[in-house]
């Protein structure tokens, strides 16, 4: 198989690397990155585990190969939340809810959960459910992923004149 030698942009640092051309995304991030933020589940575009941004796009790492993200801005869960800092505000309003149990799917969610309430801050509940289709969780149930990104979108949107005169 031919290896080609890339450089992955991935959370502002730049990972020159050998791979080979059938190695996905997640392959490389995980396995030869050491990255364990981005995580294996079906590694085949259906889970949403092994999400990352890419060019501010979630996409499913394990869709992508490897050579075809060189020359994008990657960022992991890591990149956008430094574990050595205060947790995000999103990952507090998942821990209040309960929203995260065994955690492996919570790297993806809050990834998908972030863009959405860039994009859509008034995102309604079924606006957030339809989003975070491509995220299966085994444990949540999805009432308390939903409860937190409401409640975060609520934090960060304050609430409309109008709707404070009629409280
Ligand atoms: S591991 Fe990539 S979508 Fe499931
Ligand atoms: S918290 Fe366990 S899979 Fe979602």
Known sequence: MIRTQVVLRVNGRDHEVWVRND???L???HDDLGMPDVRYGCAEGVCGTCTVL????????CA??????????????R???????????????FLERGASQCGFCT??????????????????REEIRHELVGN??????????????????????????EKEDAQ
């Open 54 to 61: 890419m060019d501010d796009d979630p996409v499913s790492a």
């Open 136 to 161: 299966l969780c085994r444990c949540t149930g999805y009432q308390a992923i939903v409860d937190a990104v409401e409640d975060y979108l609520h934090l960060s949107t304050p609430p409309s004149p």
């Open 23 to 25: 190695r996905t995304l």
């Open 27 to 29: 392959d490389v991030l």
């Open 107 to 124: 790297p993806g969610m809050l990834l998908t959960a972030a863009t959405l309430a860039e994009r859509n801050p008034d995102a309604s």
């Open 79 to 93: 990149g956008w939340s430094d574990p050595q800092e205060e947790a995000h505000p999103l990952q507090k309003c």
């Open 64 to 77: 992508v190969y490897a050579v075809q993200a060189e020359g994008h801005e990657i960022v992991t869960l």
